[in-house]
């Protein structure tokens, strides 16, 4: 199975600041990979796909790079509706798997 | 605009089972890969299975805890996404959500299924 190590686990962000989550995968995936959002007891909410592509509706300053094993997930400026839990998934293959998450609070 | 809502979910004794449903629209679902996730309370996202369309063999794929208990079935005709869930265990407890494509794109607002007795 291919292993997800997201990082980090959590963290704490300005309004304004650029937050950055890196997703590990244990081989490589191409640029198989989805991004998601979720926001507490909320479904998660589909924002990229293969690995850098904007899903319709998601705002620009979220966005996606990598392929192989090392992937980046960025907002460039932290808005208040963006505090959620973000996860990737791989699917080069199955099982697809998910990262752990990225806990994405308010300083 | 893609839409998948799932149906079906409660609450059922340990050993017993629960048939989920998938309605799908805004895309061509006899076309398409179908999977289910669930996500237990508090936890993370976790890959149930897969199945094919019909075009690909209509073949399935469990994940390891699921294998031989939980089986993907598909009504084209209906639009509709199926996960039959047989002895079912506390650890199930979970929302389950659909997911549409081969790359598994979660889309639905989730059932809850609850195992306990």
């Known amino acids: 199975d291919i292993q997800m190590t997201q990082s980090p686990s959590s963290l704490s962000a300005s309004v304004g600041d650029r937050v950055t989550i890196t997703c590990q995968a244990s081989?490589?995936?191409?640029?198989?990979l989805n991004w998601y959002q979720q926001k507490p007891g909320k479904a998660p909410k589909f924002l990229i796909y293969?690995?850098?592509n904007l899903e319709t509706g998601v705002p620009s300053r979220f966005s996606g790079s990598g392929s192989g094993t090392d992937f980046t997930f960025t907002i460039s400026s932290l808005q208040p509706e963006d505090i959620a839990t973000y996860y990737c998934?791989?699917?080069?293959?199955?099982?697809?798997?998910f990262g752990g998450g990225t806990k994405v609070e308010i300083k | 605009e893609v839409q998948l809502v799932e149906s079906g979910g409660g609450l059922v004794k340990p050993g017993g089972s629960l048939r989920l449903s998938c309605a799908a629209s805004?895309?061509?679902?006899?076309?398409?890969?179908m999977s289910w996730v669930r996500q237990a309370s508090g936890k993370g996202l976790e890959w149930v299975g897969r199945?094919?369309?019909?075009?690909?063999?209509?073949?399935?794929d469990y994940a390891a805890p699921v294998k031989g208990r939980l089986t993907i079935s598909r009504d084209d005709s209906k639009n509709t996404l199926y996960l039959q869930m047989n002895s079912l265990r506390t650890e199930d407890t979970a929302v389950y959500y659909c997911?549409?494509?081969?790359?598994?794109?979660?889309r639905g607002q989730g059932t809850l299924v609850t195992v306990s007795s």
């Open positions: 199945i094919k369309s019909k075009t690909d063999g209509g073949t399935t």
């Open positions: 081989q490589d995936i191409s640029n198989y």
């Open positions: 293969d690995a850098s």
């Open positions: 997911a549409s494509g081969a790359s598994g794109q979660v």
């Open positions: 805004g895309f061509t679902f006899n076309n398409a890969w």
């Open positions: 998934q791989q699917y080069d293959s199955v099982p697809l798997t």
